[in-house]
């Protein structure tokens, strides 16, 4: 995986721009998904996977979190 690459890119799928009245998580998830996956801190991909967001990336990437720090 391509930990410089994001969820945008790796997924060949770029959403619009959240609108002007957004939710603070709406708003939240669209920047997340334009960040590199290597860059995603914890609570980040919480939160993503928590939305059901990216997961076939997300998820490997969450359990090499896990098996470092089980408490993550």
């Given at each position: ?19 002007q009245d ?9 920047a ?35 098996r ?5």
């Open positions: 995986m391509d930990y410089e690459r994001s969820l945008e890119e790796i997924e060949r799928d770029r959403w619009p721009a959240p609108p957004a939710t603070r998580l709406v708003a939240t998830a669209h997340l998904r334009r960040r590199p996956i290597g860059e995603l801190a914890v609570e980040d991909m919480r939160l993503l996977i928590g939305q059901d967001i990216g997961l076939p990336c997300l998820l490997p990437l969450a359990l090499e979190v896990l470092g720090d089980p408490m993550a």
